[in-house]
């Protein structure tokens, strides 16, 4: 069974400072998707990874993709308020095929204080 | 472009009925799936369909059933409503994995 694995869960952060989020799952997969959702709302899609190495960026936001070591990481730079919300990774089980089935982790709610 | 409509946004079912949801996936996706998300269990993977047919089902009871239609419109059914079906049920919509999918903003689902 696919598992995923998310930290931390809570992070409380300044503004202006940096940090990782960090995604770890426990079968291979070379399909790993990124999602904010905010309070009451629905997921935002961020990022879609799909090889080994890959790596994106949007604003303050980076994410990337080690299918060596089963790892996806989030960073943030210079945290502003706006960034505050939980962070949802999700392992695409069916690698290879068209079709598709999401593992999501847990969720990581951060919070930026000003 | 419009997005992925879900309807109802929210309702409040009694124990023991049967709920009809209905997701409009974006135009052009053929790809449709459903997951639950609660505070205890978080976002679990219901079913995925395409082209009318499901090609992938989640761990959940028979009471939890779903179809898409031949202009990949989908409806999920929850039948014999139970208290821990209270959940919001997302659609999301695609055009096939590693593509972006799209989530719907979501049912609200009350079970009383």
């Known amino acids: 069974e696919l598992k995923v694995e998310q930290n931390p869960l809570f992070l409380s952060m300044q503004e202006g400072k940096n940090y990782t989020i960090y995604c770890n799952y426990s079968?291979?997969?070379?399909?790993l998707y990124w999602y904010r959702q905010d309070p009451g709302k629905s997921l935002e899609s961020l990022f879609v990874?799909?090889?080994?190495?890959a790596v994106k960026q949007e604003g303050r936001l980076m994410a990337s993709l080690d299918t060596k070591a089963r790892l996806s990481t989030l960073h943030i730079t210079a945290a502003v308020h706006d960034l505050s919300a939980t962070y949802f990774c999700a392992v695409d089980k069916n690698s290879g095929g068209s079709n598709y089935k999401l593992t999501f982790g847990k969720g990581t709610l951060l919070t930026v204080n000003p | 472009k419009a997005g992925v409509t879900q309807t109802p946004r929210y309702l409040i079912k009694t124990r023991g009925q049967q709920v009809t949801l209905s997701c409009s996936p974006i135009s052009g996706h053929r790809s449709v799936s459903w997951y639950q998300q609660t505070p205890g269990q978080g976002l679990q993977f219901l079913f995925e369909?395409?082209?009318?047919?499901?090609?992938n089902k989640g761990n959940f009871p028979g009471r939890f059933s779903g179809r898409q239609f031949s202009n990949s419109r989908s409806e999920m059914n929850v039948s014999t409503l139970e208290l821990g079906d209270s959940a919001l049920y997302l659609c999301?919509?695609?055009?096939?994995?590693?593509?972006?999918?799209?989530f719907g903003e979501g049912s609200w689902l009350t079970v009383v």
């Open positions: 369909y395409f082209s009318e047919t499901q090609r």
């Open positions: 079968t291979t997969s070379d399909r």
């Open positions: 999301a919509s695609g055009q096939g994995a590693g593509n972006t999918i799209y």
């Open positions: 990874l799909l090889s080994n190495g």
